[in-house]
């Protein structure tokens, strides 16, 4: 790799060395710039990769709430402010017991580049708290959210930081963070968040992109191998809003997500996750805080494994849309055993760096970056900012139109970007260099900053 490339990357292993997570994403994004880097040596000049790799500013603040036994408790809340060179930044809030500083910097460093294949005016960001939401009842989850927005209002605006739901974050709690918000500033700024309830500025179609943008961009993958979606059988991993978005939209076109899986293990349901009552139940099974999937195994007599992973099930296409490094050595080894040829991420990093780059080199495998799959989401919280902006909203059919434009315009862009430095069909790097391409570019036209 290129010295300029070395050198950041040594500084980023030694300066971060107790950050892993977020270590491991400059590591994979970097490893792309090389030919990049090559052809532009002012980037260096100017310390381009030096200065993205350092947060704009981050902000850590405590967040103190009652229980509902009268018990007080304090959690730490986050907000990093990653790169706002394109837009005001954007991403979304984490609740999660292992939410720490490296967490919020790979999703914020991640978020940067994802924002940017959009094309739609972005920056990254990426918050949350080391909150654990399980068991909580609705008005412990309302003190908190409130106690949490009662310290980030100030760093917040619809053109300033523009947060929206993770994990550990759906329309209940981004209510409450709205009302929050609301009462502190004595002001309708619905362009503050994103994920809102349709009554209060929501769009449509919101709750579903992240995962029918994951399908879209995948049916342009299958396009471009003269293949179909048709027939297909999909192992997906985790059970949450995305999972439930690929269910949806995969058996709208005729495919099956075979596999779910949660902390308790995986099921395996033969004949899909395909009917309207079982693609309901992962909303069940999510709202009824009990976070296990054996629940689904339960009701419709389909197998259950314990403590174990879906990747050794034999399926056609693999979509980890659970979280990040749930798919290591080990599970890469058997999806590449089983010849399974596409291989699309969609939670955000779920694949260790050694893990993505075995399955990048086997021959005939098809591998799509989380940044550029589950881009839809985030896309579509760009459109739902438009529309508080004009004050109006748009049907559920003009949304998923521009959703469904975004994503193939990124997949597109991003195997362009690929060829145009001779890599061939290479959308891991292909998106990285075309996230790159339009930050790096504002960030030399905008002087130092
Ligand atoms: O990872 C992500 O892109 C999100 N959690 C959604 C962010 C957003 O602002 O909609």
Not at 151 to 163: E, K, N, Q, S, T
Not at 309 to 330: C, F, L, R, T, W
Not at 334 to 343: E, L, M, P
Not at 422 to 429: P, Q, S
Request: glycine share 12%; proline share 4%.
């Amino acid at each position: 790799m290129n010295a300029y490339l070395n050198r950041v990357l040594d500084d980023v292993r030694t300066k971060h060395s107790n950050e892993p997570e977020f270590v491991q994403t400059v590591e994979e994004v970097l490893s792309s710039l090389e030919p990049v880097i090559d052809q532009h040596p002012e980037y260096e000049k100017v310390d381009l990769l030096g200065r993205m790799v350092e947060p704009e500013r981050m902000y850590t603040f405590r967040v103190t709430w009652e229980d509902d036994n009268g018990n007080w408790h304090t959690n730490t809340g986050y907000r990093c402010q990653f790169n706002g060179a394109i837009g005001p930044y954007k991403g979304g809030l984490r609740f999660q017991k292992n939410v720490c500083p490296s967490i919020i910097k790979f999703l914020g460093f991640e978020q940067t580049f994802k924002n940017s294949l959009t094309g739609l005016p972005m920056g990254g960001g990426k918050g949350g708290s080391d909150f654990d939401p399980a068991g909580k009842s609705d008005a412990e989850i309302m003190r908190f959210c409130q106690a949490f927005m009662s310290a980030l209002y100030r760093y917040i605006g619809p053109d300033v930081d523009v947060p929206a739901g993770d994990m550990g974050v759906g329309g209940r709690e981004i209510g409450f963070l709205f009302g929050q918000y609301r009462r502190l500033k004595a002001t309708f700024e619905n362009g503050v968040l994103t994920g809102k309830g349709l009554s209060y500025g929501g769009s449509l179609i919101r709750p579903e992109a992240t995962g029918y943008g994951a399908v879209y961009y995948l049916n342009e993958v299958l396009a471009h191998e003269n293949d179909s979606i048709e027939g297909k059988t999909i192992a997906c991993a985790g059970f949450g809003n995305v999972t439930w978005g690929i269910c949806k939209k995969a058996a709208e076109l005729g495919a099956k997500v075979v596999t779910l899986s949660g902390p308790d293990g995986y099921i395996y349901d033969p004949d899909g996750v395909v009917t309207e009552e079982k693609i309901n139940y992962l909303l069940e099974m999510r709202s009824s805080g009990r976070n296990r999937v054996q629940d689904y195994a339960d009701k419709f007599g389909v197998k259950f494994v314990a403590g174990e992973k879906p990747y050794g099930e034999k399926v056609d296409i693999v979509m980890p849309s659970a979280m990040q490094n749930d798919v290591h050595m080990e599970q890469a080894k058997q999806i590449a055993g089983n010849g399974t040829k596409y291989y699309i991420e969609v939670a955000n990093m779920p694949t260790t760096n050694d893990a993505l780059n075995f399955l990048r080199e086997q021959p005939g495998m098809i591998v799509a970056p989380s940044k550029a799959v589950n881009a839809g989401g985030v896309a579509t919280s760009g459109l739902e900012m438009s529309q508080n902006s004009e004050r109006l909203s748009w049907t559920a059919e003009e949304v998923d139109a521009q959703l469904h434009k975004i994503m193939k315009n990124i997949h597109d862009m991003s195997a362009a970007a690929a060829e145009k430095y001779g890599l061939g069909y290479d959308l891991v790097a292909g998106a990285n260099i075309a996230g790159f391409d339009k930050v790096a570019q504002a960030m030399m036209e905008q002087g130092a900053f």
